[in-house]
């Protein structure tokens, strides 16, 4: 990644948040703020230039790697206002140790850089044999770190803005920080998790000056004590430490926001700054993950959407609908490994995924080929194996209908377009929104809600497991917390078999069949794992028929683990040791996460025809 490349791209980002920002609005405390992030990174930057001191010079491992946390809990005490303020600075210095390539920009590979590049040659011993590597990333690291300052200089901050990075910042604490996601091989999630509150504390101990903050005062102190009792990575509570802990740490936060009069403003992020927590009905905004001139629609839309995607006339022959592969009885989905194609002849391609949620995603199909939900309708119509038609037939055909006509002049306002039907399609999709599981209700206080197994299995799906480093909590799909601006896609090595001793890779070569990148061969969109316990056959190409092969899959390694060799595997190769009761735990904490109520009836009828042969229509099509 080239530095001035990772610059000029945070500089536009803090400029977009600041340009919209009147100067007048600042206070003292936000030029307190102001001064104690420039503060605190040029205290980030003393200490890395320590650990490039002592990197080049063949330090001993312990000072190296003691250096090396140094650094680390000193970007974490700024982790807040960075993430906000300068988001394409925070992915370089913080992001993944791995190398992505650009399918919209030509290609291009972004080659991985920061603290997690750098741990990787560090943990869990220093590879001395990988010295010219390491010098050459610590001092790139530390050019960038030098730069922040003036970034920071240019940067225009409000009380806003700040208290949104601080309670973005418990998310990100929960969703990334104690999964081990920025802290894969070192393992130091929990103070590092210390070091991010105490970064919070400072900033609420500067805007006291206004009014005491008694209870977030409280809540830290809960959370650095729970933190610090001693345990190990692998037996931490989560569950506890979730819902007990930072969940009021964060309804304090926001009850001191507005104790101050501080208003929420908009914000590039799918999170509803209006709700005190992050489990609380709502949280996630549609709007953000919908195309523009589909935002806000009527009632009538979703109901007309409803309409249209359990009827047939949408496809080639009147006979198929979208329910014939999302049936609503089993949250959305078929069945089988891979759908019946047009006319029963063979299947299609890949197995069907849920439809419950699939609106909080920011790339849709498996291979990420579409953005928006309008375009994935139009997409499906058209596929030949799929529904065999095109939604200009289907609008024809629609025009006939008398009462699709008032139907869609009670949505719209207008005639049967073919941008209405996609409007209206995409519409109801995004209705089908699914949060109070079990796991919801437990989150929000409803202890009952989850049996013990599923409260363990949680917790080893979010520590020991790593399941939560790719599906992040609370959607546990691969859009990232708490910006919510990618979905990620994995290469897990998925076999065409279910066969562990004679594995071979399936053929089907995912991202790259759509955009030729090298390292997305075999790449596919993260899933949900919300209502999978519904959702079998599993992976894309539904090679697994139960829970329990999937968690074997990961238990061995992925691919890797069954002989698979893909050298842009993106998933750890290691083996997780899970016992066979962790695994059973994690089985009953994925059917914690199973909720269709109130989405799965489906319409009475279908609309009439003066063609009294389209009329004999079936509700969710014939196969």
């Known amino acids: 990644m080239s530095l001035c490349h990772v610059f000029y791209g945070l500089v536009f ?16 405390p936000v030029q307190a703020v102001q001064t104690y992030l420039q503060l605190k990174t040029d205290t980030l930057d003393q200490e890395f230039q320590l650990l490039l001191q002592r990197v080049e010079a063949h330090a001993p491992e312990r000072d190296l790697q003691q250096s090396f946390e140094r650094a680390r809990d000193r970007y974490k005490n700024i ?59 610590t001092r790139f690291l530390a050019g960038m770190i030098g730069r922040l300052r003036q ?25 990334l920080g104690v999964s081990g996601f920025d802290s894969p091989i070192a393992f130091r999630s929990l103070p590092e998790a210390v070091a991010a509150l105490r970064g919070i ?46 969940t009021p740490l964060s309804k304090s936060l926001y009850a001191y926001q507005q104790t101050l009069g501080i208003a929420n403003r908009p914000l590039v992020s799918a999170v509803d700054m209006s709700k005190d927590n992050f489990f609380e009905k709502g949280i996630f905004m549609t709007d953000y993950f919908s195309n523009p001139d589909n935002r806000t629609p009527q009632p009538e ?12 006339i949408l496809s080639g022959n009147n006979k198929r609908s979208c329910a014939s592969c999302h049936q609503p009885d089993r949250a959305f989905t078929d069945g089988r490994a891979k759908s019946l194609a047009f006319e029963g002849k063979g299947e299609v391609s890949r197995n ?27 997409d499906v119509m058209a596929n030949v194996t799929e529904m065999h038609g095109h939604i200009d037939e289907a609008v024809t055909k629609i025009s006939r209908s008398p009462e699709y006509q008032e139907l869609f002049k009670k949505a719209y306002n207008k005639t049967v377009t073919r941008r209405t039907v996609q409007l209206a399609l995409a519409a109801y999709i995004r209705s089908l929104s699914s949060m109070n599981s079990g796991f919801d209700r437990y989150m929000r206080g409803e202890k009952t809600a989850m049996t013990p197994e599923a409260v363990a299995g949680f917790n080893v799906f979010m520590g020991k497991a790593k399941c939560a480093t790719c599906h992040f909590m609370p959607l546990f799909n691969g859009t ?66 139960s829970l329990e092969q999937v968690v074997d899959f990961y238990n061995r390694g992925g691919g890797a683990g069954i002989g698979i060799v893909l050298p842009n595997q993106t998933l750890p190769p290691d083996k ?39 009329n004999a229509r079936k509700v969710g099509g014939e196969y």
């Open 352 to 378: 069907a995924p849920t439809l419950i949620n699939a609106l909080y995603q920011r790339m849709l199909f498996y291979d990420s080929r579409t953005m928006f939900l309008e375009d994935q309708a139009a």
């Open 480 to 545: 990232v917390p708490a910006l919510y601006m990618k979905s990620e896609s994995e290469v897990l090595g998925i076999p065409a078999k279910p066969d562990t001793a004679h594995a071979t890779a399936d053929a089907d070569l995912g991202k790259f069949n759509t955009y030729h990148d090298e390292l997305n061969k075999h790449a596919f969109k993260t899933p949900t794992v919300r209502n999978a316990g519904l959702t079998g056959p599993y992976m894309h190409n539904g090679v697994y028929t």
């Open 79 to 137: 982790e807040p206002l960075i993430e906000l303020y300068f988001p394409v600075f925070a992915d370089a210095v913080n992001g993944p140790a791995i190398d992505e390539q650009e399918p919209h920009e030509g290609g291009k590979v972004t080659y991985a850089t920061g603290f997690q590049v750098i741990e990787e040659y560090m943990y869990p011993v220093v590879d001395t044999s990988a010295q010219t590597e390491l010098v050459a990333e």
């Open 201 to 246: 504390d400072d900033i609420v101990s500067i805007f006291e000056r206004r009014a005491p903050a008694t209870a977030v005062k409280v809540n830290l102190a809960k959370a650095y004590a729970f933190l610090q009792q001693g345990v190990s990575f692998n037996d931490f509570d989560r569950a506890t430490f979730f819902a007990d802990i930072m």
């Open 151 to 175: 970034l920071i200089s240019n940067n225009q901050m409000t009380d806003e803005h700040i208290f949104q990075a601080m309670r973005l910042e418990v998310l990100r604490i929960m969703a």
């Open 301 to 312: 839309a979703a109901q007309l959407g409803k309409m249209l995607f359990f009827d047939p």
């Open 13 to 28: 980002f803090a400029g977009m948040l600041a340009a919209c920002q009147p100067a007048e609005r600042e206070t003292d």
């Open 576 to 614: 997780l040791e899970l016992t066979t009761q962790e695994q059973k735990n994690i089985i009953a904490f994925i059917h914690s996460l199973t909720d269709t109520a109130g989405l799965t009836t489906p319409p009475r009828y279908l609309p009439a025809f003066p063609d009294a042969a389209l």
